[in-house]
């Protein structure tokens, strides 16, 4: 059969009225243009699938058949478009994003919350890079956004602060550095260490400054999660250095000491990271809002 839309509305407009005559009106035809496409109709189907009566019409039981599928495909083809129009309004698919490790672990979760929980047909995939990788894949289109430190050299990229991210020192309490307030990097990388486990974009950030200062780490032992790694701190295991965010927010489970990094490098802003606001697709816009919204900064375009 070589039916297409128009001609099963008109069918079912036809068949919802009874008549000819107000299903073509129903459909916006003339009645001679009606009657000729239900004349074709049927005889593509071949098959007869309207009775005429006294008062109207009344479909046959392959005319009813016909009416059942038709139904289903209108209806099939509205769910479709409703799709369709929530992809492009960035109410469905997929988010792809980069973001560094304070910003995975500190930021992102209690920000991430509240935004999908009322967009349940989007998802967001978040790959775990250092912010100098991070700036590559944005400046090569790989990811459209990413979260970085504004440490990091952007350029001809945008850069829209959110939030701190200040690395910090963490010791146990009795160690001898436990009672200064800032110490410089340089004094402790000779110090035991406790690190994150191999392709963490904060451990490879650290050990990357240890070696410009000319060292590398002594790495006792690698945690997996930043719980395991500050209850080694808390044991006098080795000292680490970790996000202040983590640090508070294990530091009751963990006792331990904070002291503040001397190194520019290490005073940190978390930052939206962008080519072009313009070129953004819809969903990662309404993201990127969401995002910087109560960072105290001046709103996305």
């Not at 240890?210 to 930043?226: E, P, Y």
């Amino acid at each position: 059969m070589r039916l297409d839309l128009a001609d099963l509305r008109l069918f079912l407009a036809i068949v919802d009225a009874g008549s000819i005559t107000q299903g073509a009106a129903r459909a916006s035809l003339a009645l001679a243009s009606a009657s000729e496409r239900l004349r074709n109709i049927e005889d593509d189907a071949g098959v007869r699938l309207l009775e005429r009566r006294h008062r109207g019409v009344v479909a046959t039981e392959a005319g009813e058949a016909l009416a059942h599928h038709a139904r289903l495909i209108l209806r099939q083809r509205e769910l479709m478009q409703g799709e369709l129009m929530d992809f492009a309004s960035g109410a469905r698919g997929t988010i792809r994003i980069h973001a560094n490790t304070a910003a995975l672990t500190a930021f992102l979760p209690r920000k991430l919350a509240p935004w999908m929980a009322t967009r349940p047909h989007l998802n967001v995939d978040i790959r775990e890079r250092t912010s100098n990788e991070i700036v590559k894949a944005v400046a090569a289109g790989l990811v459209e956004a990413g979260i970085t430190s504004d440490q990091v050299d952007a350029a001809g990229l945008q850069l829209h602060p959110v939030a701190t991210d200040h690395l910090v020192l963490i010791t146990a309490s009795g160690h001898p550095l436990a009672q200064r307030r800032v110490v410089p990097f340089a004094e402790i990388v000779r110090e035991p260490f406790v690190g994150l486990a191999p392709g963490s974009a904060l451990q490879d950030h650290i050990e990357e400054h240890a070696r410009r200062a000319g060292h590398s780490l002594a790495l006792r032992i690698r945690m997996n999660t930043f719980g395991g790694l500050c209850e080694m701190v808390s044991h006098g295991v080795g000292v680490a250095v970790i996000p202040d965010s983590i640090a508070l927010s294990h530091r009751r489970r963990h006792p331990y000491q904070r002291i503040a990094l001397a190194d520019g490098w290490a005073h940190r802003r978390l930052c939206l990271c962008l080519r072009d606001w313009t070129s953004l697709s819809a969903p990662v816009r309404d993201l990127l809002t969401h995002l910087a919204g109560d960072a105290g900064v001046p709103p996305l375009p």
